[in-house]
């Protein structure tokens, strides 16, 4: 296939892993970047062969040579930037969370849908055989019928000053870890009857950040009768991402499963055996990317399209009322 000719919109720590290694690593061209500080752009654009620079953001999405436009600007500044470029006529590749709220989400897939353009949100662990597998697991009855899917997303706290902690910028827990977190509730929705119903949220905010998230812990109910969990938080001592699944007939644990290049076990215990199963160290961004690439290029199908990340959006809203805080407020430009 064709390379993709790729246009970045700022110069986030995630870009090298996220876009510049699956670009390498795919064949995709990196054609133009621009970013706040042209200092910084113009370093980056040296250190990663992005082919030129530009003054601004919109300078990118006007550039002819640009096909699709990768956003990892912080979380307030992607929907607005998302209905920009699709404004364009380029596909999109989005971090997560797709928009700031369920509103905005839904602004962002009707105007993919008008537009025509390919629209991906980057809940890259959904590409990995490590999320594969463990859906497979399920569905093929080698745990029995699914009871439980627990899901944990912690980290230690960002700096004080970072985007994160940002509520204009829509910051919070869940908006950055925690969003992986209820989006894997949703993958496994298939195996448990249709999509998860929250049945209890409680947060805690960030001290002297009114409407922050530092932690907020939800539960789930799928019209089978299993049931969901969600943990994330910004004060934790140590990183853990990790998926639980559990059925009739055994469990299956993922102990990394955001990040499998890092440990990309599936250990499986059933009522007669436990074992590990290694399902590759390649990168769930260089599998993002060839999906994302098969889309624009042949019509493929994706797992987090447009209409996904609106599900997820509304999902996320209807966590934060839930534990008492309101959805992120849209930003602008």
Known sequence: MEPLRIGILGAARIADRAIVAPARSTGARLVALAARDSG???????????????????????????????????NGLHGPWNLRAIAAGKHVLTEKPSASNAAEAAQVRDAAHERGVVF????????????????????????????????????????????RWSL????????????????????LAPYAGGAPKLTNARAGERKRLPGVDEWLNADFEFPSGATGAVRTSMAAENVEFSLKVIGTRGEAFAPFFVLPHNDDRVIVTTKEDTWVEHLGTRTSYTYQLE???????????????????LATMQLIDTCYQAAGLQPRPTSQI
Do not use: W
């Open 40 to 74: 910084r752009a113009e370093a980056f654009a040296a250190e990663h062969q992005v082919e030129r620079v530009h003054a601004s953001y919109q300078d990118v999405l006007d550039d002819p040579d640009v096909e699709v436009v990768y956003n990892p600007l912080a």
């Open 120 to 163: 991906m949100e980057a809940f890259h662990y959904a590409y990995h055989p490590v999320m594969r597998r463990l859906q497979e697991l399920v569905a093929k009855g080698e745990l029995g019928d699914l009871q439980h899917v627990e899901a944990t997303m912690v980290m230690p706290p960002p700096p004080d000053q970072d985007p």
């Open 168 to 187: 204009p910028l829509a910051g919070g827990a869940v908006m950055d870890v925690g969003c992986y977190a209820i989006h894997a509730q949703r993958m």
């Open 291 to 309: 999906a994302f690439t098969a889309a624009v290029r042949n019509g493929a199908p994706l797992l987090t399209d447009a209409n996904d990340a």
